[in-house]
C-alpha cells in the first residue's frame, strides 16, 4: 500500500468535485462547531458581563425588571424602564452614599447610543482618550473606538443625533454635536457609544435650547410681542441645532430641573457601611426606586442564558446527528457511484485494505478538514464573544 | 512466461464452464486468442490475471503459481508483474492522463515511481499521448484513450500483458503501430504478451494463435 498515493487519489476525488466537498466540509464543521460555539461564547458572555458588572458597583433606577435596568446601564439596550427624575439623582448625591454618576441612555446618532453621564463614568471604566480630547462644554461628544472606525469619524467631525420619530414635528429636534475625542478601545459596550454630558443629552431631549437673541434687531421678524421685559417669539424664531462657541450662552433650560429625565445613576459607594445604608434605603416597600447589585442581576440573567443553552445544545445534538447521518449517506451514495472505478482500481491490483484505506482517506480528509474548521471557528468565537455580546445588546 | 494448466470454472448461477487442460505463453512471445463475442475470452484473461479464481487447476505467472496465492497476494501481484488492458479502457475520468498511466504508482509501487514514470512518459511520446498528459480522458478520442490504457498496463515493466481488444476502436494504421509496439515492447523485454481479438488482419503479427472454443476443452466436450 502506498499511502501518499492513496492520499493523493481521495485529494483528486474530493477536488474534482469541489462544491460537494466544501458542502460536506462546511456542514460537518458547522455540526461540530455549533455547540461548541455556543458554550464558549455563552462561558465568555458571563465572564464579560460578570466583569463589567463588577466594576459598577451598584445601580440605581426607577422601579422593574433589575436586569432591565443593568442592561440599559452595563450595555446601553434599549431603554424598557420609566425614566428616573433627576430630582431622585440628587436625593442619592445627598444621600452621601459614595459617588454617583449619573445615566441617560435614551438616544441615539447613526445608531450608535449615546450616553450622556459626567465625567465621573470615564474614570469608572478608566477609559482614556485615544485621539483628541475629552469633553470641554455643551454640545461635544466623545465616541467609541469602534464608532469612529465603522464610521470614519476623526476629532473635529460633527455627528447628529437621530430624532425618535421622523413625524415628531414638535419633539425632539436632532442636535448636531461636535467630536472632541475619540476613547481607545477597551472592548466593552463603550466602544460602540457616544458620549456627552448630561445636559447636551437634555438639549436632545428638548429641555434646553438655545435661539437667536431676540432683544436682537435682527430678529425683529421673530417677535410677536414686546411686554415689558418680556418678548414673545413667534414660530419663525430661528433655534440652533449645534453648540458653538457664538450661541453656547444663548442655550437655556426650560421647566423643573428635577424632574429631568435619567435613566439611571451608578452608585459607587464609599464604604462597605455606605453600601449597606443605600441597599437598606432603596430597597424598602415605600421606595420609588429600585437598588440593584448588577452582579447578581447577571447571575440571574446567566442562569436562563445557562437553561436556554440546554435547551439549545438538546437541539443541535438531534440536529447534529441528522447532519452526519445525512454525511454518511452522502460518502455511502458517492461511493456506490464509484463502484465501477473501485472495481478497476481492484482489477489493476489494488488490494481490499487499499481500497478501503481509498475511502476511509476520503472521509477523513473531509472530517479532518472539518475538525479543523470548526476548532478555528470555535477559536474565533472565543475571541469575538466580548466585542459580539456587546454588538448584540446595544 | 503463462502457465495454465488444467483450470475449471463456472460462474455462480450459470450454465456456462470453462475448462482449460494447458495453455502456455512463453516470455517475449505474443499469443493471440480469437474468437467471437460471449465465447469466454474475456474470462479466461481474468482468470489468468487471478481477477477470477479458478475452482481448480493452475495458473503460474514465472513459476509464482498465483491461483494458490492468498487473495491479497495475488492482488499484489498483478499489481506489479501483471500489464492489464481492459475492452472499456476503465480510465479513470478525474484524473489526468498522467494520473491514470501511474495508477499503479499510486495504488501501491511507490516505492518505484521514478523508474515506472521515466518507462510511462517515453511510452506516452511512443504512442502520441504525450501531449495529453495533463488532460482528463474525457477529452480524449476512443483511439487516444485506447492508447493510455496500454501505457498503463506496460509502464510498470509487467513480466505478463493480459490485452482484451486492444485495438478494437483505432484506425487501421495506428491499430497495426499498437500492436506492433506491444508486442516489440514484450520481445524486447521478454514479457508474456496474451491478447484477445477478434482482429483478423493483424494475426500475422503474433507469434501463436489459438482459437478460444479449440482451448476450451469443457465446451468441446458438452457439444
New interface residues.
Given amino acids: 500500500m502506498n499511502p501518499a498515493g492513496i492520499a493523493f487519489l481521495s485529494w483528486k476525488h474530493l477536488s474534482h468535485r469541489p462544491w460537494r466537498s466544501l458542502l460536506l466540509v462546511l456542514a460537518i464543521a458547522l455540526t461540530f462547531s455549533f455547540p461548541s460555539a455556543l458554550r464558549v461564547f455563552i462561558e465568555e458572555s458571563e465572564n464579560v458581563l460578570r466583569e463589567r458588572a463588577r466594576s459598577t458597583p451598584l445601580l440605581v433606577g426607577p422601579r422593574g425588571s433589575s436586569i432591565d435596568l443593568t442592561l440599559n446601564s452595563l450595555y446601553f439596550t434599549p431603554q424598557e424602564l420609566p425614566p428616573l427624575p433627576h430630582s431622585a439623582y440628587q436625593n442619592l448625591t445627598r444621600g452621601g452614599f459614595g459617588t454617583a454618576i449619573p445615566l441617560h441612555a435614551r438616544f441615539e446618532a447613526q445608531e450608535s447610543p449615546v450616553i450622556g453621564t459626567s465625567l465621573a463614568y470615564f474614570d469608572l471604566r478608566e477609559l482614556t482618550i485615544s485621539d483628541g480630547r475629552m469633553l470641554t462644554r455643551l454640545g461635544d461628544c466623545v465616541i467609541g473606538a469602534r464608532v469612529a472606525a465603522e464610521k470614519g469619524l476623526t476629532p473635529g467631525d460633527k455627528i447628529t443625533s437621530s430624532p425618535e420619530n421622523v413625524f415628531d414635528l414638535a419633539g425632539v429636534y436632532p442636535l448636531r454635536m461636535r467630536i472632541a475625542g475619540i476613547l481607545a478601545p477597551n472592548h466593552t459596550a463603550d466602544d460602540d457609544a457616544i458620549f456627552v454630558d448630561l445636559k447636551t443629552a437634555w438639549i436632545i431631549e428638548g429641555l434646553a435650547h438655545g435661539h437667536q437673541d431676540l432683544a436682537n434687531p435682527a430678529a425683529a421678524n421673530a417677535v410677536r410681542s414686546r411686554e415689558n421685559n418680556l418678548i414673545r417669539a413667534n414660530a419663525s424664531v430661528m433655534e440652533f441645532n449645534e453648540v458653538t462657541e457664538e450661541n453656547i450662552a444663548s442655550f437655556h433650560f426650560h421647566g423643573d430641573a428635577g424632574g429631568y429625565p435619567l435613566s439611571a445613576a451608578i452608585l459607587i459607594p464609599s464604604s462597605d457601611k455606605h453600601r449597606a445604608l443605600a441597599l437598606a434605603t432603596y430597597q424598602g416597600e415605600e421606595a420609588t426606586e429600585q437598588i440593584v447589585i448588577p452582579l447578581d442581576a447577571v447571575g440571574d440573567l446567566s442562569e436562563t442564558l445557562f437553561a436556554t443553552q440546554k435547551l439549545a445544545l438538546m437541539a443541535f445534538r438531534i440536529l447534529g446527528v441528522s447532519a452526519l447521518g445525512l454525511a454518511m449517506l452522502v460518502f455511502m451514495l458517492s461511493f456506490r457511484l464509484r463502484d465501477g472505478e473501485m472495481r478497476t482500481y481492484s482489477k489493476i491490483g489494488a488490494t481490499r485494505l487499499t481500497i478501503l484505506s481509498l475511502k476511509a482517506s476520503e472521509v477523513a480528509i473531509v472530517v479532518v478538514s472539518a475538525i479543523l474548521l470548526a476548532t478555528l471557528a470555535v477559536a474565533l468565537t472565543r475571541s469575538v464573544a466580548a466585542d459580539l455580546l456587546a454588538r448584540l445588546l446595544t | 512466461m503463462l502457465r495454465v494448466e488444467d483450470i475449471e470454472f463456472r460462474y455462480p448461477h450459470s450454465d456456462y464452464r470453462l475448462r482449460i487442460d494447458r495453455f502456455i505463453c512463453e516470455s517475449g512471445k505474443a499469443v493471440a486468442i480469437v474468437g467471437p463475442s460471449g465465447c469466454g475470452k474475456t474470462t479466461f484473461l481474468n482468470l489468468t490475471?487471478g481477477?477470477l479464481t479458478p475452482h481448480s487447476g493452475t495458473v503460474a505467472v514465472n513459476d509464482i503459481e498465483i491461483s494458490s496465492l492468498p487473495?491479497?497476494a495475488a492482488?499484489?501481484?498483478?499489481?506489479?508483474r501483471?500489464g492489464?488492458i481492459?475492452q472499456e479502457f476503465?480510465l479513470?475520468e478525474?484524473?489526468t492522463v498522467g494520473?491514470n498511466i501511474l495508477?499503479?504508482?499510486?495504488?501501491?509501487?511507490?516505492?518505484q515511481r521514478q523508474p515506472i514514470e521515466t518507462e510511462a512518459r517515453q511510452l506516452a511520446t511512443r504512442t502520441g499521448i504525450a501531449p495529453y498528459w495533463k488532460k482528463r480522458p474525457r477529452h480524449l478520442s476512443h483511439g487516444e484513450r485506447q492508447r493510455v490504457a496500454i501505457c498503463?498496463a506496460f509502464s510498470t515493466d509487467p513480466n505478463l500483458v493480459l490485452a482484451d481488444e486492444p485495438t478494437g476502436n483505432l484506425d487501421p494504421t495506428n491499430k497495426r503501430r499498437i500492436l506492433e509496439l506491444m508486442i516489440d515492447s514484450a520481445r524486447e523485454h521478454q514479457r508474456a504478451l496474451v491478447v484477445a481479438t477478434h482482429d483478423f488482419e493483424l494475426l500475422d503479427a503474433f507469434d501463436e494463435v489459438h482459437q478460444f472454443e479449440e482451448l476450451n476443452t469443457f465446451r468441446e466436450a458438452s457439444s
Avoid: K
Wanted: aromatic residues 8%; glycine residues 8%.
Fill in positions: 490475471a481477477i487473495p491479497a492482488t499484489a501481484f498483478r499489481l506489479s501483471i492489464l481492459f476503465e479513470v478525474h484524473l494520473d495508477l499503479p504508482v499510486h495504488l501501491g509501487l511507490g516505492s498503463r
